[in-house]
């Protein structure tokens, strides 16, 4: 499969290059995590010429990014100078609490904009049409921000639903059921902010293309061998209208991932957009860029999804790959 | 034209409300990093026109408000003391446009603050916070905006012109760029800029960074353009009668370019607004005292606000305006995307 392994490499090649570009992003800081330190007079000179030392802060940029490159392959990823440990490990927790919001969101976000789109490009004109293309309308044009801090004085007024963190503080004592029961009150909040933010797009761009193809002469044979409507609808327009909504699937990775980098630090969720404001605050170096290099990886990795999806979807890219 | 009349109708909408923010010295009653200690967390003074005893009034009038008995921060009308409206009074010292000395303000009250939108944690009123705030945030959006367009058509142009090992390195830098999700390159590029700076250069820096996280998507799309541009006869035939590189980017290709840098920059500064309040919001943007629409509704991240300030989050529900101008622009832009120019 020549053209999968193309698109690895390419993935390769971007995670490469973004964390070169980082690096090179570094050179323009004007201070590091030890300057602060320069301010205490009860820490001397030579320790922080020595802390720099051992972090390797005086050596040269490329040296730095050869040592940072064997860390990532050993598993470390560096070093976070306020954890006093490896970022890697940091990183992992809260990376997973991101992918569960982000993930979750992803999977109710097109589990709705489908046969919602789908259901608005069959009506297209109607009452219900207008009814949805209204409501997306309104969603969009209210800003993220306060529609994560809309939600939240929702919860907080009417006492539904928990209004930070990620667990209850009696958590351990639950049983099996209970802690789920807990965690997924305690996602509901931040999942529907993000939902609600990208649903709008999502809902647009699948009533657009099953809208065209709609019109196809196709279905319209189709239609006339007096096919089911359901099946008409999903099993012959929907996989023609699926490729533009492939490319938009990797695309919506990023929108998600963006959006919960405030939706996380809004509703006090313990994922990687707290964690990284908190080390952009502490210029912890490291963890700033494994956390950057670690949402470029999911980003690829949600594109490489869709072109592996694409594949399997689009007879046309197999045909190409062939060749 | 519809299309015509409803795009030119939504730029209207967007100037007039972009004027209330450029004019906010005139709109709004007080300087926004006023104080009033004495009462913080105050709820938006309702406006009469009929007061207590059921007597009708022309002249609107809002009544004074006094602390609850037995509380510090619940607020009660003063029913014994009403408070009129005064229109074009006069007012704070304040600079028009940056340098037009005025005294004037659209209304106010003698002797009294009057805070339609509430006041904040050191008695600053809010609609003034809001209007100011949004220059800070508007103008971070649109320059930002700016710049970004500027270098996506400089790089875009120098791709699909040139071709070659430009086209290559360029194109390859615009993925880079784009398989960082935006808000993850904009902690990143704030990150390596300096923290603990003033106001002004804040500004400019925020703006910078806004500037430089977006160009690769109209880099892209300008390439675009340019490729399927510079193969058109007329351009062939311009360069057979000699025409320089320069004058053919100039003059025949990169009009060609417009409209999609047009719709590109409706859907771009809403966007980069947006960027410019999160950033403040973390408080990573303009600092305190300026006020910008993110820092406004940062307060609203403590409980205490969040419980019982209601009124904290109307600058949210104000913003909403502006996002609509600029959708419903982009969507007509996009819409009748082809080549539609102003002004003609």
């Known amino acids: 499969m020549p053209y ?7 993935a390769i090649f971007l995670l490469i290059g973004v964390s070169a570009l980082a690096f090179a992003f570094t050179v323009l800081s004007p201070g590091n995590y030890f300057d602060e330190m320069r301010l205490n007079p009860q820490i001397a000179p030579e320790t922080i010429a020595a802390l720099k030392t051992q972090y ?3 050596r040269p940029l490329p040296i730095r990014y050869a040592h940072w490159v064997s860390s990532v392959l050993h598993g470390n990823m560096g070093f976070s100078f306020a954890y006093n440990s490896p970022v890697a490990p940091l990183l992992l927790v809260r990376a997973r609490n991101t992918l569960l919001l982000t993930i979750t969101a992803m999977l109710l976000a097109w589990g709705i904009a489908l046969p919602l789109g789908i259901w608005s490009a069959e009506h297209q004109g109607g009452v219900s049409d207008r009814l949805v293309s209204s409501g997306t309308a309104a969603l969009m044009v209210i800003p993220d921000l306060a529609l994560a801090l809309g939600l939240l004085v929702l919860a907080v007024k009417s006492g539904w639903f928990p209004t930070g963190g990620m667990v209850s503080l009696h958590f351990d004592d639950l049983s099996f059921l209970g802690k789920i029961r807990d965690l997924l009150l305690h996602m509901t909040l931040p999942v529907a902010a993000l939902v609600l933010s990208v649903l709008p797009l999502l809902i647009r761009h699948v009533r657009a293309s099953v809208a065209e193809v709609l019109d196809a002469p196709f279905l319209l044979a189709a239609e006339g061998h007096g096919i089911p409507r359901r099946t008409l609808l999903y099993r012959y327009a929907l996989p023609a209208a699926a490729n533009p909504l492939i490319s938009l699937f990797g695309f919506s990775v990023g929108t998600l991932l963006s959006g919960s980098l405030l939706v996380e630090v809004v509703m006090s969720w313990p994922g990687l957009g707290p964690f990284l404001l908190e080390a952009i605050l502490a210029r912890d170096l490291y963890v700033i860029i494994g956390g950057v290099l670690l949402s470029t990886l999911f980003l690829v990795g949600g594109n490489f999804s869709a072109d592996m999806l694409l594949y399997w979807a689009d007879p046309r890219i197999r045909a190409e790959a062939r060749n | 034209m519809k299309g015509k009349g409803a795009i030119s109708n939504w730029i209207v909408v967007l100037l007039a409300l972009h004027a209330i923010v450029i004019l906010a010295g005139f709109f709004a009653p007080y300087d926004p990093t006023e104080q009033d200690r004495k009462s913080p967390y105050q709820p938006p003074m309702r406006i009469h026109f009929v007061d207590a005893q059921g007597y009708f009034h022309a002249r609107p009038f809002v009544y004074q408000l006094q602390p609850r008995e037995g509380s510090y921060d619940q607020y009660q009308e003063n029913i014994a003391r009403s408070v ?8 704070e010292r304040y600079r028009l446009l940056g340098f037009v000395p005025s005294h004037l303000h659209l209304f106010g009250a003698e ?33 930002g905006a700016g710049i970004t367009l500027f270098l996506g058509l400089g790089v875009g142009a120098l791709a699909g012109f040139y071709g070659g090992w430009r086209d290559d390195l360029l194109m390859r830098l615009a993925e880079l760029f784009l398989a960082l999700p935006w808000l993850y390159l904009l902690f990143a590029l704030r990150a390596f800029l300096p923290l603990a700076v003033g106001p002004l250069q804040a500004f400019f820096l925020i703006i910078a960074v806004l500037g430089a996280v977006g160009w690769a998507r109209p880099a892209r799309l300008v390439r675009g353009v340019v490729l399927s541009a510079k193969e058109r006869d007329f351009v062939r035939a311009a360069r057979g009668f000699g025409a320089t590189s320069g004058y053919l980017l100039r ?11 047009l719709t590109q920059a409706a859907i771009l500064v809403p966007q980069f607004v947006l960027a410019e309040m999160t950033l403040s919001f973390l408080g990573l943007g303009v600092p305190e005292p300026v006020p910008s629409w993110g820092s406004l509704l940062s307060s609203l991240e403590q409980y205490s606000v969040l419980v019982s300030c209601w009124w904290m989050y109307l600058p949210a529900l104000m913003m909403v305006p502006f996002f609509l101008g600029y959708l419903g622009l982009g969507s007509r ?6 080549p539609y120019k102003i002004g003609k």
């Open chain 1, 4 to 10: 999968l392994l193309r698109r690895f490499g390419h």
């Open chain 1, 56 to 58: 390797e802060l005086d």
């Open chain 2, 84 to 91: 009129p409206l005064k229109f074009f009074v006069q007012g």
């Open chain 2, 111 to 143: 002797n009294e603050r009057i805070c339609l939108l509430g006041s904040d944690s050191y008695g600053r009123d809010q609609l003034s916070r809001f209007l100011y705030g949004g220059q800070v945030s508007l103008f971070a959006g649109l320059l």
């Open chain 2, 251 to 261: 003059r025949h290709i990169l009009p060609e370019a417009s409209s999609v840098l």
């Open chain 2, 333 to 338: 832009l996009q819409q009748y995307g082809e």
